[in-house]
């Protein structure tokens, strides 16, 4: 067994990290492959939505810091892949983590780097790093706030505290909350909706979403515009329009 696996399962990929001797923690060599994992993925026709999860009941206990004093230890330079692997990565699918048990330190920068995320009622979600002296380095002081806002990021990032996976969907840390073990489950049948739906618009509005960040909302809704019209040029809409015309999709039903 590596120390990531990867599995297609039709237009889904789950991607496992498995060091479960070590609660999934990363070191150098399975940062490498989770980037190798993501890149693959996401320059894959054959798949629209990924999966990243860890083995054996935890999803990651962050950047494995037995190695952290040795030159083996995980990449630490400003340019290139992140210190846990695909962090710094902007891909064109989306990705939902499926947490279980622990999702720390680095663990939580790599779910927030997901675009969604479904966990156990067992999982614990905190910067456990903060009372190592071991900063965030993998974008969250910057995910954190972004997804739950600014103060309640700062409860989690000041004082290290870990939160329980009710707590943490409640002020939408977590998208999907189901019973411990099935998160994985949940995760698939989640990412086989989204592989469902019209691809180009679904990725040209998700893309919108992200790029609105740095700009005034004069110049994201001008982006928005250009994003939707590449959709519309794509024939998706006339298509969809069409389906819906001869009785699809009423009601908000599935297609």
């Not at 943490?168 to 989204?194: D, H, Q, S, W």
Request: charged letters at 20%; a negative charge.
């Amino acid at each position: 067994m590596g120390k990531v696996e990867v599995e297609t399962m039709g237009r889904i990929r789950v991607v496992t990290i498995t060091r479960p001797e070590v609660r999934n923690a990363v070191d150098a060599e399975t940062a490498a492959l989770l980037h190798e994992a993501f890149q693959d993925f996401n320059t894959d026709v054959g798949v629209d939505v990924a999966v990243l999860t860890g083995a054996d009941g935890h999803f990651c206990a962050g950047a494995d810091l037995h190695q952290l004093p040795e030159e083996a230890g995980n990449r630490l330079t400003e340019e290139g892949p992140g210190p846990m692997g695909p962090t710094r990565m902007q891909l064109t699918k989306p990705v939902i983590a499926a947490i279980e048990g622990y999702a720390v330190a680095g663990g939580l920068e790599l779910a927030t780097w997901c675009d969604l995320r479904v966990a156990g009622e067992g999982a614990v979600l905190g910067v456990f790093c903060r009372r190592l002296g071991v900063p965030l380095v993998d974008g969250g002081t910057v995910r954190l706030p972004r997804l739950i806002g600014h103060s309640r990021a700062m409860d989690m990032i000041l004082t290290g505290r870990g939160l329980g996976a009710q707590e943490a969907f409640e002020i939408g840390l977590v998208n999907r909350l189901t019973t411990p073990g099935r998160a994985l489950g949940v995760a698939v049948e989640l990412a086989t909706e989204i592989a469902g739906y019209p691809q180009n618009c679904m990725r040209n509005d998700r893309r919108s979403a992200y790029e609105q960040w740095p700009m005034s909302v004069q110049n994201a809704m001008a982006n928005e515009f250009r994003h939707g019209m590449a959709t519309i040029n794509s024939g998706e809409t006339v298509s969809g329009a069409g389906r819906f015309s001869a009785g699809e999709g009423r009601h908000g039903e599935p297609v």
